[in-house]
């Protein structure tokens, strides 16, 4: 497996014994599953308009990667938001 700088100061740190892995508490987990909850969670809808062409498109790329184009337009917008996708300048 390959790490980032960071991670791979911290498997080191680990390794040479610096560093100690300690169990989380019950407050710690159950704030972990909330947040996991909190995230997992789509409560919002939406109607946007696209160009019949878009639709046809969107629908198209869905069936080739075998999940529903409404999950895909909002894993790209959630990419698009989170930085993942940035746009192509000519």
Request: a positive charge; hydrophobic letters at 30%; charged letters at 35%.
């Amino acid at each position: 497996m390959k790490y980032d700088k960071e991670e791979k100061a911290i498997v080191d740190a680990y390794e040479k014994g610096k560093m100690k892995l300690s169990s989380p508490s019950k407050k710690e987990i159950e704030a972990i599953k909330s947040t996991a909850k909190k995230t997992m969670i789509k409560d919002k809808r939406i109607t946007i308009r696209l160009y019949d062409h878009d639709y046809q498109g969107i629908q198209k790329k869905a069936l080739e990667m075998g999940m529903p184009y409404q999950t895909l337009i909002s894993g790209i917008i959630h990419r698009y938001i989170e930085g993942d996708l940035i746009s192509k300048r000519g």
